[in-house]
C-alpha cells in the first residue's frame, strides 16, 4: 500500500449533546478515489470539515500528505500552508456570484501569490491562463467573463472543480457535490472528478448520499453509520443485502436512481481537452 494521502485515528466530535463522529479510524492512500457513503445525519460532511481543518475534533488526529492537520482539538500552526494542498468542493458550489468566473477560478492562485496581488485582485498573465486552461478542460470557457450567478448548478459545480485544478491541489474534498443537480449533470461532474483523480493523480474522496453514483466512479467506499464507519471495502462488495444490514429502512434515501455503471467513455464535449499539467 502507498504512503497514506489522508490519516485519521480515533476521531470524535460532538454538537451539544449529539455525537457526531465516535472514534473514526481511516487511511486513504496517495491517488485513491473513495467514496463516503451514508444516508442524512451519518456524518459524513463532519468527517470531510475535519479533514480541511474547517471543524476541530474533541478527540483524536488528522494527517494529510503526512503532516499533522490537527490534534486532540488543536489545528497545528502550519495549516494554512497545508490547505494549500488541499481543495474542498461543496454542495452549494461557494461561488462569489457577483464576480466573473474568471474570477472565481483563479481564487485557486491565491496561495502563491505576493498579499499585494491578492488584495487588489491582480493576477499574472500565467494565472490568467491557466484558469481558462481549466475552464476549457471541464467545458465552461465560454462562460469565463459571466458573471457566476448566471450559470447553472452544474456549471456553477464545474467552476468550483476548474478553481481546484488552478490550486493544483493534492487532496480533493468534495461534500454532496451532486446533490442539487439533475443527472445529466451530475454524471458529468463525478466524471471530472474521476479525471482529476485519474490525470492528476489526485485524492479523491467524496460525499454521496447516493449509492449508484459510488458504484459508477468509485472502487473503494467507506460507509458511516451514526458517525461510526460501519464499511470500508471495495465498493464492488456492497451488495443491496449489506447496504439493508447497514441502513435498514434508510436504504431507499440511497438508491434515487437506477444504478449506473462506469462510463466507457468520457461525458460527451470534455475528452478532447488535454488535461492540464499538475502544478
Partial sequence: MSDPAIEVKALRKRFGAKPALRGVDLRVSAGEMVALLGASGSGKSTL????C???RADEGSVQVLGRE???AGRLSP???AL??????????FNLVERLPVMTN???GALHRLPLWRTLLGSFPAGERERALDALRRVGIEACAWQRASTLSGG???RAAISRALVQGAKVVLADEPIASLDPTASRRVMELLAAVNREFGATVVVSLHQVDYAFAYCPRTVALRAGEVVFDGPTAELSMERLQ???GGQTDELFPEPVLRRPANPAPGLAPVPMMQAA
Avoid: E, W
Fill in 48 to 51: 470531510l470539515r475535519h479533514l
Fill in 53 to 55: 481543518g474547517l471543524h
Fill in 69 to 71: 492537520l490537527q490534534s
Fill in 78 to 80: 502550519r495549516v494554512r
Fill in 83 to 92: 490547505r494549500a494542498d488541499i481543495a474542498t468542493i461543496f454542495q452549494q
Fill in 105 to 107: 477560478v483563479m481564487a
Fill in 155 to 157: 456549471q456553477q459545480q
Fill in 245 to 247: 444490514a447497514l441502513y
